[in-house]
């Protein structure tokens, strides 16, 4: 079985200062990992994805993440946070071995970019 | 990317009736759609998934009596709340995906049943 976890509920950072949001995961095979971001009432907005290849995905909006297979982990990263970017983001993998269709969601992690 | 629609984007109806909601890929043809369901500051729970032409494959715990799920054609997928009742009041997201290719999102139903 495949599962995602976002361990922060919520993360706060000040507009210009670099964010982190956390992501880790489990498949039983090599991971198809994905961040969407949510406004208020809409649907998901996808940023980035990690297939194969470079471990350091860049993404939409000047978010990138790091595939760590080592430590299961697929953080999103921005070096300089807007007030814009103040949105819910999931973290989200698919198992593609044995033909695997579905995408499982992690919990979500609310971010609050601050002036 | 490549848009997928929703309508309605927000519908209230009364305790006991249907509703449809209606997906569709405006730019590619989507071999597989998903329905999620998503409450109030919590993630996204797949419903099912449904490949044009056959019927839906519902996740455990999903009554498929009471969701009816139809993808009829390669650009459009409905799902009906039948007999809604209140605890059916949630966000609903459709998604789609041509073979191989990415899975796009709708903007989602916000349903509230009185």
């Known amino acids: 079985a495949q599962s995602v976890a976002q361990p922060e509920d919520q993360v706060n950072v000040a507009e210009g200062n670099p964010l982190t949001v956390k992501c880790t995961y489990s498949v039983s095979g090599n991971p198809y990992l994905f961040w969407y971001v949510q406004y208020p009432n809409r649907g998901l907005q996808f940023l980035l994805k990690y297939i194969t290849g470079d471990n350091l995905v860049k993404g939409s909006y000047g978010f990138e993440a790091e595939f760590n297979k080592s430590q299961t982990s697929f953080h999103l990263k921005k070096p300089s946070a807007l007030v814009s970017d103040s949105a819910l983001y999931f973290c989200a993998v698919r198992d593609p071995s044995g033909g695997g269709n579905k995408l499982t969601f992690g919990t979500g992690t609310q971010l609050k970019v601050e002036l | 990317g490549a848009v997928v629609s929703q309508h309605p984007s927000r519908v209230i109806c009364k305790s006991g009736t249907s509703v449809k909601i209606e997906c569709r890929s405006l730019?590619?043809?989507?071999?597989?759609m998903f329905w999620y369901r998503q409450f109030p500051k919590q993630s996204l729970m797949l419903m099912a998934t449904s490949n044009e032409g056959s019927k839906a494959t519902y996740e455990q715990g999903v009554e498929k009596d009471k969701f009816l799920i139809n993808h009829a054609s390669l650009t459009l997928s409905t799902l009906t709340v039948t007999s809604a009742h209140p605890e059916d009041s949630s966000f609903y997201i459709c998604s789609a995906r041509e073979q191989g290719g990415e899975q796009f999102f709708g903007p989602g139903t916000r349903l509230t049943v009185l």
């Open positions: 730019d590619f043809q989507a071999t597989t």
